[in-house]
């Protein structure tokens, strides 16, 4: 029996007890979660230096900050997220108690991935823990120092049964992927996520995958070409490259490629010195497997700015490549890496068709002052998310669900969509054993008057929040009414008729807007 039958079967086992559902647990377990992030970050930060080459401050803005934020928003959230939602009703069911229970899934796998090895491993984690389900956690093994502090620290703060940390490499991944669980989430590759979406059928486990893509940034000319590049090279070179939502192209009018160019080196000297590689706030690529792809991607390109490298440290220099056009072998591929090639466009038509002849990606950037621009590219586009004038924040934004379309990815998470994406929405209808009268319309002998009735009280839909808010209406418009009378009998023509109306009216579509 191996190792990773053993966790799974101990995390169900523990899973059933129903030791999850009470909210008060979950949130014990999210307060330690927490606690352990505050408590161990030196070690989280140590671990990421060795694994990714990134500064201390580095690991608290983009791993650890938004962790923080997800525990406390779910610890906030937690009883209005899991409480029943009460849905519209039709005229059949106008009686009867009709909502929607979230409830746990069951256990939950967890594959992260080595990149954010902290902060894509963890979020999933938190709506797990929030949604009341058991979670096994598998780290990336390409970030093994990460991987190996998690899997000695996070049992010391939450419970090992419920959520055990199980590390190793492809061989244990493929073990876990044999058993069965409740719901995969997978952060990756489209081609490891489709081996995870192979193994879940066979149990027909539903998965979550988010994996990535080439993500485009349309730059218009008449925008700020300045404060674009700027964003744009902040976006594309955190974490070397190294980001599933990391602007993976520019696509720009010939007229200002020279521009933007010129811009984009100003930018990386500002922000990474003259000399990156010695600069503690830019990293290294994960590997020398990695290191030596990203080197190839550059074949048959012009460096227009860095392309300096060095093997024996996994450094490459923030790199921009001009000359690329649609086959060029930068473009065969997700790059994840600090690679940024510009291709030329005659303008927003051309931009379009390029995006819509390639795979739907993570997130497609677009910079411009038009409005109408950016609604266009909105409606005749497709990707997981569409930000405009900017690069990233779109993860930092927790009411936003984030995930990607078609080969970059399925299921979303963050915030309230992570507490979803990892319950089942329960259907409920409670119903009395009362008025079997209304219910001949359904018995047979089905006659066309019965038919008459059914389509009357069946696809009438009531809305049960509305009713309750008129019915509010109602009686503050008539304690209005009455103490107003009251008063015009205290005190005469004080109160003039067109301001009883007008303060009436107001009253009843504030009501009925809400």
Request: proline share 4%.
């Amino acid at each position: 029996m191996s190792r990773e039958l053993l966790v799974v079967q101990r995390a169900r086992k523990s899973f059933q007890t129903g030791k999850t559902k009470p909210l008060e647990y979950r949130i014990h377990q999210l307060k330690n979660l927490l606690r352990f992030i505050s408590e161990r970050q030196r070690d989280i930060a140590e671990a990421v230096k060795q694994d990714l080459g990134k500064s201390e401050n580095g690991t608290k803005l983009f791993e650890t900050l938004g962790l923080e934020g997800e525990i406390n928003l779910a610890i906030e959230k937690l009883s209005e997220w899991a409480a029943p939602r009460i849905v519209e009703k039709n005229l059949l069911t106008i009686s009867d108690e009709v909502y929607v229970q979230p409830e746990p899934l069951g256990v939950v796998l967890i594959i992260g991935a080595w990149n954010y090895p902290w902060a894509i491993t963890l979020q999933p984690l938190v709506g797990a823990i929030a949604a009341g389900n058991a979670a096994v956690i598998k780290p990336s093994e390409v970030s093994s120092q990460s991987a190996k502090v998690m899997e000695e620290l996070l049992p010391l703060y939450l419970d090992n049964d419920l959520y055990p940390v199980v590390t190793g490499g492809v061989s244990e991944t493929q073990e876990l992927l044999k058993q069965r669980f409740d719901h995969i989430f997978y952060t990756g590759g489209s081609a490891v996520g489709k081996i995870v979406m192979a193994a879940a059928s066979c149990h027909l486990t539903p998965v979550t995958l988010e994996l990535g893509g080439k993500s485009p940034c349309y730059i218009d000319k008449n925008c700020d070409i300045r404060v674009a590049c700027r964003r744009i090279t902040w976006g594309k070179f955190v974490n070397c490259g190294q980001t599933c939502i990391a602007p993976d192209f520019i696509l720009c009018e010939a007229s200002v490629q020279s521009q933007v160019v010129e811009e984009i080196q100003k930018c990386i000297k500002e922000f990474y010195t003259d000399n990156p590689e010695t600069f503690e706030d830019y990293g290294r690529i994960i590997n020398q497997r990695h290191f030596k792809r990203l080197m190839a991607l550059m074949e048959g390109s012009t460096v227009a700015v860095g392309g300096d490298s060095d093997e024996s440290q996994c450094y490459i220099a923030p790199t921009v490549l001009k000359d690329v056009t649609g086959d060029s072998k930068v473009m065969k591929e997700e790059i994840f890496g600090p690679l940024l090639p510009i291709i030329t466009v005659s303008g927003t038509d051309e931009a379009i068709e390029f995006i819509n002849r390639r795979e739907k990606p993570l997130v497609i950037y677009v910079f411009s002052h038009d409005n109408k621009l950016i609604k266009r590219m909105i409606a005749e586009t497709s990707s997981g998310a569409l930000l405009a004038n900017d690069c990233l924040v779109h993860f930092t934004v927790s009411a936003l669900p984030f995930g990607g379309v078609g080969n970059s990815g399925m299921g979303c998470y963050h915030g309230r969509h992570s507490f979803d994406q990892l319950s089942h929405l329960r259907s409920c209808l409670i119903k009395q054993l009362k008025m079997e009268g209304v219910n001949s319309m359904r018995y047979p002998p089905h006659t066309d008057k019965k038919l008459g009735w059914a389509r009357f009280f069946m696809l009438k839909q009531v809305n049960v929040c509305r009713l309750r808010r008129m019915a509010l209406l109602a009686t503050l418009a008539g304690v209005a009414a009455f103490l107003l009378k009251v008063k015009e009998v205290k005190y005469p023509n004080s109160v003039p008729r067109g301001a009883k109306v007008l303060a009436l009216v107001s009253a009843m579509y504030y009501f009925t807007r809400l």
